[in-house]
């Protein structure tokens, strides 16, 4: 602690968290991080666990794992900037002309094809007369917009218009689909997970009844918010029993942390063995994370779902009608080894998207040490979500799901504030509650999730009460 800094660190703290608590009270991402920047300001040492982003400039210099990595990531993008009005000169005799039927845009979808034809061995094309099998939109958010609508009007198509699509979604899951499909309308089956460590699995599609239709599925095969992968033979054995109780629904599978983890060729080796997944499956990925370059909003579809492409395509089309010339030069800039073919410089940016992965796994094993020595009492000697609750090591993303302690949840009655505030008051590690990965309010105003009063789902949202998620794409990690 700061020896010029006030001395009285939970009263400030309490007031800090009270002062943006109502403004930002539906964003509580948004708050735990405001609050913890605010504490850091005033010189205290928070750490901030909420948000998801990525920034090189929270690498070390000369960091003791990677000495380079903060040179090399910031060079990457730096390198990038420099040559975005090169690219917009070099693929058009237009500079603004990027839009779908422009020179560059085909230019754009190509490099981004070669990355995962190289990375995870996946060939996806656009040619000529055919129809579509890779979009570059704004972002990942905006891919999965497209995705969604992409299975609304496969199911206006085969059932008309009387009633809205429904969308199975094994929780937890990232928030932002959720509210997407709120915002569309959507209805969606909410699947809590049977197993202790909330990973999905074939048996958990038993509870959805039969004869209730669905016409989506959204998974992750890397979880946000748990940070833990799903094995490669689970996810087929997974999609396989959904697609033989729901053959013409669409999968949706948000892949933005699969080209960072080390297994990066084997997490969708899976899709090539049965010919259902290319007439069914979606994919989604995203510059942010493996590029650290979360406000550039650079996302990318992959699919041959021909039902589902339909839709993706008019929206492209007709209501986005291309992503911006800037996003599409910057995302050339970023991937130029694949639009140019330079094999060596390919390597390169393979070699330095998983230096990334295994920096954030770095951090996420200093700082989850750091947490349970210094405040294991808050914390329950039950990890379920943790693969390595001894050394905390483990491939995959950069968040992680703790069970809280009942001295926590006591804490909590004490300040009569959730048991993550409470966390947060006692420690100053500003994660979000899991239940925000559960769940979603608009979905619950408008009536829209199908099994509500499931009593499995209610016992589960009021479990996960207990649990907290940590990120640690902005928090660097501790010194020493």
Known sequence: MNPERPSDELSIRIETYQRFRDVFASAPIRLMSRVVSAM???GFDDQATAIGDLDWRTV???????PQLRQDWGDLLRCAVTHVDGWLYQLSEHPMGYNLDSIGYPAVTRAWSEVWRHQVGLQFTNTSGSVPQVFVFHGGNQCLQAALMGVSEARRERAGCASPATVLVPLPTFSC???QMALQGMRVHLLP???ADMDPESGDLAAVPEGEEIDGLYLMPIN???????????????????LDRWPHAGIILDSVYVRLHPQHRQLLSWFEDDPRFAARVVFIDSLSKTHGVTGLRAGAIFSRATPFVGGITRYAQNVMAGPSNMMQAMTLALLAPYATGDEDLQRARLRLQLRIGRHLRRRRRLILGRAFARHGELLDPSQPLLP???????????????????????????????PTVALYYETGIGGVPLAGFCGNPNLARHDLVVNGDDP?????????????????????PPAG
């Open 224 to 242: 946000n918010p748990t940070g833990r992968t799903l094995p490669p033979e689970r996810m087929r054995a997974f999609l396989t029993a959904f």
């Open 456 to 476: 499995h789902l209610t016992a589960y949202q009021q479990e996960v009460q207990r649990y907290v998620r940590l990120s640690f794409g902005m928090t660097p």
């Open 388 to 418: 390595d609750p001894e050394g905390f090591d483990w491939e995959g993303s950069m968040y992680a799901v703790l069970r809280l302690s009942d001295r926590c949840l006591e804490a909590a009655a004490r300040y009569e504030v959730p």
């Open 177 to 179: 689909p959720l509210d």
């Open 60 to 66: 070390p210099a000369n960091d003791p794992e990677d």
């Open 40 to 42: 850091r300001s005033q």
């Open 193 to 195: 997970p049977s197993r």
